[in-house]
């Protein structure tokens, strides 16, 4: 969750510094993820959820018409990222390009948000209380999944 830590940042450095330095952390996570997620992926640990899924199958006709400008909106625009990013490792889509992508929307959305935290001044116990509560949403969201394929793993050897 980027946004609390933008906001947070944007207190005490320039948005262009906020903007540049949340850029950065993309970049590297980007990388970090390429090698884990393409880690799980091409050994099977996550393979057969993607195959079974139907929703999956379509969104990879959708990438592969666009596959930049889908990066690039999905970066830019507040929704979730992790799809297209799963689905960029998952075709092997060039790392370069997909960064290239990837600071062509976040840069923009980045300095708008800490242009706006910068004039907003949020409160600590807000920024904190949010950063919280995006944190076990996505604690939710690992454990459902690890549940999910644990329960598939009972199922299929009896």
């Not at 929703?55 to 799809?83: C, D, E, H, M, N």
């Not at 409160?123 to 394929?149: H, K």
């Amino acid at each position: 969750a980027n946004e609390p830590m933008l906001f947070a940042a944007a207190k005490s450095a320039s948005p262009m510094a906020v903007a540049l330095a949340g850029t950065a952390g993309c970049i590297v996570a980007i990388i970090l993820d390429y090698a884990l997620i393409g880690f799980l992926v091409n050994h099977h640990l996550i393979k057969t959820e993607l195959d079974d899924s139907r929703g999956f199958r379509t969104a990879q006709r959708f990438f592969g018409k666009a596959p930049a400008l889908l990066i690039l909106l999905s970066a830019l625009l507040p929704v979730p990222f992790y799809p297209v990013k799963i689905l960029a490792i998952a075709r092997d889509y060039p790392l370069p390009r997909f960064i290239v992508a990837l600071v062509l929307g976040r840069w923009p959305r980045f300095y708008l948000l800490a242009l706006g935290g910068q004039k907003m001044q949020a409160p600590d116990s807000a920024l904190w209380s949010a950063m919280g509560a995006l944190a076990l949403i996505g604690g939710w969201g690992v454990w459902r999944t690890i549940r999910r394929n644990r329960q598939r793993q009972t199922t299929s050897n009896p």
